[in-house]
């Protein structure tokens, strides 16, 4: 009698999936995958990064600090340029209301401010 071979099935795929602070996923390990052995000049993989991070504000700041405490620097950077693009037409005000920050200045002092960097404003 011929012995009876069972066919193995494939283990299932092993994923680290890193949370977000409001318990959103995101797969950083994927995008390393696709990263890694390329250079940084790969159109490809720009685009790829630019869709990795349109994810929502909240979103973006936890995958911004994974990408830090990580040190993937090309996921750091695409992070940081995609942040600074959201919020370059924000205005004081609607940072500190964005990112929960108490305004620690007078109307005075802010004032004063406002008049010594009248160039950058």
């Known amino acids: 009698m011929a012995p009876v071979v069972k066919k193995q099935e494939a283990a299932p795929k092993k994923m680290v999936t890193l949370l977000s602070s409001e318990e ?3 797969e950083v390990v994927e995008y390393c995958k696709k990263h890694f052995g390329k250079g940084d000049k790969d159109t490809e993989l720009k685009e790829l990064d630019r869709n990795f991070v349109k994810v929502e504000m909240r979103l973006l700041v936890d995958l911004l600090m994974a990408a830090n405490y990580l040190e993937i ?3 750091l ?3 940081c340029e995609a942040f600074a693009d959201r919020i370059k037409d924000y205005t004081p005000e609607e940072i500190r209301k964005q990112f929960n920050i108490e305004n620690d200045y007078t109307p005075e002092e802010e004032e004063q401010i406002r008049q010594e960097n009248l160039l950058a404003l």
């Open 24 to 26: 959103d996923s995101f």
């Open 73 to 75: 620097k090309s996921l």
């Open 77 to 79: 950077d695409s992070c």
